[in-house]
Structure formats: structure tokens, C-alpha cells
């Protein structure tokens, strides 16, 4: 359940109405990961990272995954993290395939074309409690 105790902009107004457009036609899943992937970006697994949810997303039409971490308290400034990248076995991330820092809303999001291959993935938030699922979603 989420409390409001103070917008401070239109801005936020617009997203909160968007969100709740969304939760009153799709899942909560959906109303918290908001789109942020961008158009044609679906929902295909998320895991509970402490303060957060990391959405791991496809999209069929670019044949390309995203990673986002999304922040329990929007607005907020916490750690977040978002991590992405092919499987391998010796479970080294690089930078270009982790977003991490303070941010108010989310981490991410990260773009991968792994096609025919396994990856590893997962977020964290807040105290950097981290979860990462390896050589996962094998198509």
C-alpha cells in the first residue's frame, strides 16, 4: 500500500496519475515498473531486493532484455542498483553492465540482446542488499 503524505510538483502528479491507471488495468507488478524500459517492454520476472523490486523486461519486437530496479519509497534518495549482463562462469560484473548509485525513483535501465543465451540479473536497494540470479531465462 502506498502513502502519500506530500506531492511537491505536477510532475509527480502526472506519474501518480499514470501509475494508478495502470494498477487499475494491470497487475502491481506493472503499476511499480511503470514502462520504464520503454514502449513494447514486458514483465517476464522480479524479485524482491530489500527496498526495491528489480523487473526484468522483454522486449519480442527489438529482441532485447532491460533490467530496472525501482525504488519502495519514490522520491526518496537511496541506493539502487540494476544489473545486467550475458552468463558467465567466472561471475565478474563489469561497469557498463551495472547502474549503480543514489537515485530518488529507479536504476537502470540496462539493454541486452541475448539471444539464444543465458543471462544473469538483479537489483539492490537501500542497506545494499543485492540479488543477482545467474544463467537464468535461456531462450
Known sequence: ???????????????????GTIAATGSASAASYA?????GYSVIDTMDVGDGTAYLTYSGASGKNCVVTVSDTQGTPMVLGANLRLHRTDAVWKSSEEDSGTFKYYAGPLYLSAAGKCI?????????????DYGVHCD
Open 1 to 19: 500500500m502506498l502513502t502519500i503524505k506530500r506531492i511537491g510538483s505536477a510532475v509527480a502528479v502526472l506519474g501518480l496519475t499514470a501509475a
Open 35 to 39: 514502462g520504464t524500459c520503454g514502449s
Open 120 to 132: 544473469d540479473w538483479g537489483g539492490r536497494a537501500a542497506s545494499n542488499y543485492t540479488r543477482i
